[in-house]
């Protein structure tokens, strides 16, 4: 047994006045601006295609060269493998400084045969 109840009518009549009408879309022109470096952390582009240090929180240390950086990752390569690093378990990242090789007794006040 069904009845006639005015309120779903009207209920129903206001619902599909209250929808707004779909509008074109318009496309959207491309934007030639150039577009900026993402930067994550603050400091990824610096250490980007150096040799670091990584340390990890279960206190294992990885010395790599740091190929890309991201959001959550560090994309490095190590011993001649490729690891990706998740920088929640990354504790430290330190750049490693290049060693220069060169004799350092010429370089010392005196030079090399002072003191004889």
């Known amino acids: 047994m069904s009845y006639y109840n005015p309120y779903w009518a009207r209920a129903i009549q206001n619902q599909q006045k209250a929808q707004p009408k779909p509008q074109p879309k318009q496309q959207q022109q491309p934007n030639k ?25 279960n206190g294992e240390a990885i010395k790599g060269i740091v190929s890309a950086a991201s959001k959550f990752w560090y994309l490095m390569t ?10 929640a378990y ?13 004799n350092n007794q010429q370089n010392t006040a005196g030079g090399a045969n002072a003191g004889k």
């Open 33 to 57: 601006q150039q577009e900026k470096p993402r930067d994550f952390g603050g400091f990824d582009s610096i250490i980007v295609g150096k040799e670091c240090i990584i340390k990890l929180g």
């Open 78 to 87: 190590a011993s001649g493998q490729v690891m990706v690093v998740n920088k």
């Open 90 to 102: 990354v504790v430290m990242v330190m750049p490693v400084q290049p060693q220069n090789n060169t």
